[in-house]
């Protein structure tokens, strides 16, 4: 599997009491690695998968990202940007484990066709391309140039559409436009509701099948995910019960793992009811990535 997305550093604060504007909030804080794509791709590895990533970092810490996505068990392609810095956020997380985030991408939105090499493509029978990419210009035209080569030797993509904000800031149909060629879509119910219009989740997951003529796995935290088909209707997967420490990153080892079970042979509900314990454990783990502590 080929990963193309994000690399950025994470900074992550814990908080139980409300933020105190103007003033002090007494939080937990850890600098972590992180990003859409390598999050993915490290939890594609640690369910079992083969895993290239491809990102862009900045000469500030691209090594010590690169270690760490080795050690996650990934072949990391870390292409160093002479000029901008690595990207970074900073996710404050509250009580309830929901997150928010201060986004600076970084050496991140310069990823383009540039970073391309054909090789890239030895070996890989699905490409996964985080949402992240079709907010900038160079990400959109590294996403077109990825998904036709990959469609050119019969492998399968998918898109992560990431972030509800960036959707909404860029147009939800220049993005739907730019990810027609998808195969499997994996938004979560912000990001699919946003772009149907509907609120329902299942609905959401319906439309998107229907219109893409792709599947569409919308996942709904505590609601687990829905699966949907093409001419079929949505059908649910509930979650694993769970009480959540940090939810950043839920989504993308939902979809590392869905990913990773589709590899192995899996049909599409087994790899969502995977996707949903995978996530589970996510929620429990500090940060976006397997096996991350405080």
């Given at each position: 599997?080929l990963v193309i997305g994000d690399v950025v550093t994470d900074v992550v604060a814990r908080h139980?009491?409300?933020?105190?504007?103007?003033?002090?909030?007494?939080?937990?804080?850890?600098?972590?690695?992180?990003?859409?794509?390598?999050?993915?791709?490290?939890?594609?590895?640690?369910?079992?998968?083969?895993?290239?990533?491809?990102?862009?970092?900045?000469?500030?810490?691209?090594?010590?990202?690169?270690?760490?996505?080795?050690?996650?068990?990934?072949?990391?392609?870390?292409?160093?940007?002479?000029?901008?810095?690595?990207?970074?956020?900073?996710?404050?997380?509250?009580?309830?484990?929901?997150?928010?985030?201060?986004?600076?991408?970084?050496?991140?939105?310069?990823?383009?066709?540039?970073?391309?090499?054909?090789?890239?493509?030895?070996?890989?029978?699905?490409?996964?391309?985080?949402?992240?990419?079709?907010?900038?210009?160079?990400?959109?035209?590294?996403?077109?140039?990825?998904?036709?080569?990959?469609?050119?030797?019969?492998?399968?993509?998918?898109?992560?559409?990431?972030?509800?904000?960036?959707?909404?800031?860029?147009?939800?149909?220049?993005?739907?436009?730019?990810?027609?060629?998808?195969?499997?879509?994996?938004?979560?119910?912000?990001?699919?509701?946003?772009?149907?219009?509907?609120?329902?989740?299942?609905?959401?997951?319906?439309?998107?099948?229907?219109?893409?003529?792709?599947?569409?796995?919308?996942?709904?935290?505590?609601?687990?995910?829905?699966?949907?088909?093409?001419?079929?209707?949505?059908?649910?997967?509930?979650?694993?019960?769970?009480?959540?420490?940090?939810?950043?990153?839920?989504?993308?080892?939902?979809?590392?793992?869905?990913?990773?079970?589709?590899?192995?042979?899996?049909?599409?509900?087994?790899?969502?009811?995977?996707?949903?314990?995978?996530?589970?454990?996510?929620?429990?783990?500090?940060?976006?990535?397997?096996?991350?502590?405080?």
């Amino acid at each position: 599997m080929l990963v193309i997305g994000d690399v950025v550093t994470d900074v992550v604060a814990r908080h139980t009491a409300p933020l105190a504007v103007g003033t002090d909030t007494p939080a937990g804080i850890a600098i972590l690695p992180g990003g859409a794509g390598a999050n993915v791709a490290a939890w594609a590895a640690h369910c079992g998968a083969r895993v290239r990533l491809l990102a862009r970092a900045g000469r500030d810490s691209a090594d010590w990202h690169r270690a760490a996505l080795v050690r996650a068990g990934v072949d990391a392609r870390v292409r160093v940007d002479p000029e901008a810095p690595t990207g970074k956020v900073v996710a404050l997380v509250d009580g309830d484990g929901e997150r928010s985030f201060l986004t600076d991408s970084g050496a991140s939105s310069r990823l383009g066709p540039d970073d391309w090499e054909p090789g890239l493509l030895a070996g890989v029978t699905h490409v996964h391309l985080s949402g992240y990419l079709f907010f900038t210009a160079p990400g959109r035209a590294l996403a077109t140039l990825a998904t036709a080569a990959a469609h050119a030797r019969g492998a399968t993509v998918s898109v992560d559409p990431a972030s509800a904000g960036f959707l909404s800031a860029s147009g939800v149909g220049a993005f739907l436009t730019a990810i027609a060629d998808a195969d499997t879509l994996f938004p979560n119910s912000a990001e699919a509701a946003l772009l149907t219009g509907l609120p329902s989740p299942a609905a959401a997951a319906g439309a998107l099948a229907a219109s893409l003529g792709a599947t569409a796995v919308v996942t709904a935290a505590a609601d687990g995910a829905h699966l949907a088909t093409p001419g079929v209707p949505a059908v649910h997967v509930p979650a694993c019960p769970v009480t959540p420490l940090d939810s950043t990153g839920a989504g993308d080892a939902f979809a590392g793992a869905y990913l990773a079970a589709v590899q192995a042979g899996s049909a599409p509900r087994a790899a969502a009811a995977a996707g949903c314990a995978t996530a589970a454990t996510a929620v429990r783990t500090p940060g976006g990535r397997p096996g991350q502590g405080a």
